[in-house]
């Protein structure tokens, strides 16, 4: 059984070097996933991918069922997830065209089912650091090991879309710390960790986010700027993936031992 899983947004649909050996259409409790699951051999290792949007990129951020997603990901034997996200850039080293492996999130979505425990008992999981720090090394050690230039931290504000934001919103969300915004970060990460599922987050900035820079922002621009990156993101999974993975020194695994009151 496959242990690891990939998640991918605008831009990036298919994996490319996935030798797909089997398309997976899941049912859940939570009704249906984005897509069929693509199950295959990558770099060595049997992984899981799925496109978040739907391979036709049909369905927007605010309609994605999250919970249908990672749940998915767990009835197929899943315990590690890296997503990958197209963001706006906000602080100055987020420049278009900069991959970032995320150690933090704000989250300032509304309305979204964002959490698996609704009525079973009270459960508050411990969302300090919201990024499995194994998975964030690992990714961190694999990108140096194949000398693609990449941040080591950064904090993603995650908000509802679609429309993208205003010249205000971000300058109050840099005055909130956050480096780069999408849509889609929140409720992925905590549901994983609510499964006890290792996530981490690699981000793309795809444009610099509304104000920063001048001119207006383009939909077209975000996908054309990840399009660009699907190589140096390959390049960094394949590393990625054929690393030794089969440890977990992380308390991911253990996310629910202290959760429920």
Same mark, same amino acid.
């Given at each position: 059984? !496959?242990?690891?899983?990939?998640?991918?947004?605008?831009?990036?649909?298919?994996? !490319?070097?996935?030798?797909?050996?089997?398309?997976?259409?899941? +049912?859940?409790?939570?009704?249906?996933?984005?897509?069929?699951?693509?199950?295959?051999?990558?770099?060595?290792?049997?992984?899981?991918?799925? !496109?978040?949007?739907?391979?036709?990129?049909?369905?927007?951020?605010?309609?994605?069922?999250?919970?249908?997603?990672?749940?998915?990901?767990?009835?197929?034997?899943?315990?590690?997830?890296?997503?990958?996200?197209?963001?706006?850039?906000?602080?100055?080293?987020?420049?278009?065209?900069?991959?970032?492996?995320?150690?933090?999130?704000?989250?300032?979505?509304?309305?979204?089912?964002?959490?698996?425990?609704?009525?079973?008992?009270?459960?508050?999981?411990?969302?300090?650091? !919201?990024?499995?720090?194994?998975?964030?090394?690992?990714?961190?050690?694999?990108?140096?090991?194949?000398?693609?230039?990449?941040?080591?931290?950064?904090?993603?504000?995650?908000?509802?879309?679609?429309?993208?934001?205003?010249?205000?919103?971000?300058?109050?969300?840099?005055?909130?710390?956050?480096?780069?915004?999408?849509?889609?970060?929140?409720?992925?990460?905590?549901?994983?960790? +609510?499964?006890?599922?290792?996530?981490?987050?690699?981000?793309?900035?795809?444009?610099?986010?509304?104000?920063?820079?001048?001119?207006?922002?383009?939909?077209?621009?975000?996908?054309?700027?990840?399009?660009?990156?699907? +190589?140096?993101?390959?390049?960094?999974?394949?590393?990625?993936?054929?690393?030794?993975?089969?440890?977990?020194?992380?308390?991911?695994?253990?996310?629910?031992?202290?959760?429920?009151?």
């Amino acid at each position: 059984m !496959p242990h690891l899983g990939v998640i991918a947004g605008s831009g990036i649909y298919e994996m !490319p070097d996935l030798l797909i050996t089997d398309t997976i259409k899941l +049912e859940t409790p939570y009704g249906d996933p984005s897509d069929s699951y693509r199950m295959g051999r990558f770099a060595g290792k049997e992984v899981v991918f799925l !496109p978040r949007h739907g391979a036709k990129h049909n369905i927007p951020p605010h309609r994605i069922n999250y919970r249908a997603n990672i749940w998915g990901f767990r009835e197929l034997g899943i315990s590690r997830i890296v997503s990958i996200n197209a963001t706006g850039g906000i602080s100055r080293r987020m420049m278009p065209g900069s991959i970032v492996v995320l150690d933090q999130l704000i989250d300032m979505t509304s309305g979204r089912e964002a959490t698996f425990f609704e009525q079973d008992g009270v459960v508050h999981i411990d969302f300090t650091s !919201p990024f499995c720090p194994d998975l964030r090394n690992e990714l961190i050690e694999a990108a140096a090991e194949a000398g693609v230039t990449l941040l080591s931290d950064g904090t993603y504000i995650a908000v509802n879309g679609p429309r993208l934001e205003t010249a205000a919103e971000i300058k109050a969300f840099a005055g909130l710390g956050a480096d780069v915004v999408g849509m889609t970060g929140m409720p992925e990460a905590v549901l994983g960790r +609510e499964l006890e599922i290792c996530f981490a987050a690699v981000a793309v900035v795809t444009n610099t986010a509304a104000g920063i820079a001048e001119g207006m922002l383009a939909a077209t621009e975000v996908v054309q700027v990840m399009r660009a990156s699907t +190589e140096r993101i390959q390049v960094l999974l394949k590393t990625f993936f054929g690393r030794d993975l089969s440890t977990r020194a992380c308390t991911c695994g253990s996310a629910l031992k202290n959760a429920r009151m």
